[in-house]
């Protein structure tokens, strides 16, 4: 089940060390025409970290992408930050990361020490459009790569997420956002269907905003 992550030196540690990383990721992208901005989720930025049990904890990011020279070549667009990501991470003599269906994800890392615990950093590719509303670039893989297909899909309901986290925040609801977003990681876990963490973000602000 997860649970959050109450160690606050070592989740400071452990994010300044992903936050480097990313940040060479969006310096290397603009270098080869795509600008864009990473920028952590929701949930770590706001101290909802979470870990399944004693499993790796994950960090997740968003790049969002500003401009590039072809919005529907979402292969390419994929292909840059994959190599830039790979780069940065030959660089510190890392692993390559693992393309997914909706992110880049590195192999878990680790502090030397007595604190071991696992991380990795989940990088997802995303802009939003003219209604403000979020997109994430999928990569749809069929098993014969010339068939896969990548598309902007709009993530549902997220066009105020900012706005309505501001808010009840500010009107001091946050505590019923924790308790509703790790509810809904559980559950998702226990139905194995997996959802991103900035997902299951998006639904707990969205549920309890409409219900306060």
């Given at each position: 089940m997860f649970h959050y992550v109450e160690d606050k030196e070592f989740l400071h540690r452990a994010q300044s060390y992903c936050s480097t990383i990313v940040k060479q990721v969006e310096d290397e992208c603009r270098r080869n025409g795509l600008n864009g901005q990473v920028f952590l989720v929701g949930?770590?930025?706001?101290?909802?970290?979470?870990?399944?049990?004693?499993?790796?904890?994950?960090?997740?990011?968003?790049?969002?992408?500003l401009s590039c020279d072809d919005w529907d070549d979402g292969k390419t667009i994929k292909e840059?930050?994959?190599?830039?990501?790979?780069?940065?991470?030959?660089?510190?003599?890392?692993p390559d990361v693992e393309d997914s269906t909706a992110s880049l994800t590195t192999k878990p890392f680790h502090f030397e020490g007595k604190q071991r615990t696992e991380f990795s950093i989940d990088l997802a590719i995303v802009t939003m459009n003219d209604e403000g509303t979020w997109e994430r670039l999928i990569h749809q893989k069929t098993g014969i790569?010339?068939?896969?297909?990548?598309?902007?899909?709009?993530?549902?309901n997220s066009a105020e997420i900012r706005k309505r986290a501001r808010i009840l925040k500010q009107e001091g609801r946050w505590n019923i956002v924790r308790d509703k977003?790790?509810?809904?990681?559980n559950q998702h876990l226990q139905k194995n269907d997996h959802h991103s963490s900035f997902i299951c973000y998006i639904e707990a602000v969205n549920e309890v905003y409409n219900k306060v």
């Open positions: 949930s770590g930025a706001r101290n909802m970290v979470t870990q399944n049990g004693d499993g790796p904890i994950d960090f997740d990011y968003n790049l969002n992408v840059i930050v994959r190599k830039a990501f790979n780069r940065v991470m030959r660089t510190s003599r890392l790569v010339a068939f896969d297909r990548y598309y902007w899909n709009k993530v549902r977003y790790l509810k809904i990681k």
